[in-house]
């Protein structure tokens, strides 16, 4: 019991409880909100199932460069806005990180969306993979 309560051993207690938390925060994020997809993944459901690409960033950071042919829906305008999506589609999430498209994507679930899914690493991962990136409303 002595171990618990030596000061040099607490900090090691603590640091290896914040490592198993911080380890563990993607599969929390991705049971929370939907799967998330690798870029390669989500270019062939958007080829193959015509997966709709919905970029939740304010819409003067969309315009700075977006997925083509994706649609604006700021997180803000979700709740009145999101229920005016196809629910028969797969809608694949974005925004700058991935982060942030995991909430969006569970109230989506919340309204009855079944095939929502999370950009992995966002838009930053869509440009560093070489992909385009369309400035074009």
């Given at each position: 019991m002595n171990f618990f309560l030596e000061t040099n051993n607490l900090l090691?207690?603590?640091?290896?409880?914040?490592?198993?938390?911080?380890?563990?925060?993607?599969?929390?994020q991705q049971s929370r909100g939907g799967k998330a997809l690798g870029t390669t993944q989500a270019i062939q459901m958007i080829n193959h199932q015509n997966a709709l690409v919905v970029d939740i960033r304010p819409l003067a950071t969309y315009q700075n460069g977006h997925v083509a042919e994706s649609r604006n829906l700021p997180s803000s305008d979700l709740p009145t806005k999101g229920p005016g999506l196809p629910k028969g589609r797969p809608i694949i999430l974005t925004c700058d990180r991935g982060q942030?498209?995991?909430?969006?994507?569970?109230?989506?679930?919340?309204?009855?969306?079944?095939?929502?899914?999370?950009?992995?690493?966002?838009?930053?991962?869509?440009?560093?993979?070489?992909?385009?990136?369309?400035?074009?409303?």
């Open positions: 090691l207690i603590s640091i290896a409880v914040s490592s198993g938390l911080m380890l563990l925060w993607p599969f929390i942030i498209a995991f909430g969006a994507a569970a109230k989506l679930r919340k309204m009855g969306f079944d095939q929502v899914f999370v950009l992995q690493g966002g838009i930053n991962a869509w440009a560093q993979a070489g992909l385009p990136l369309s400035t074009k409303r």
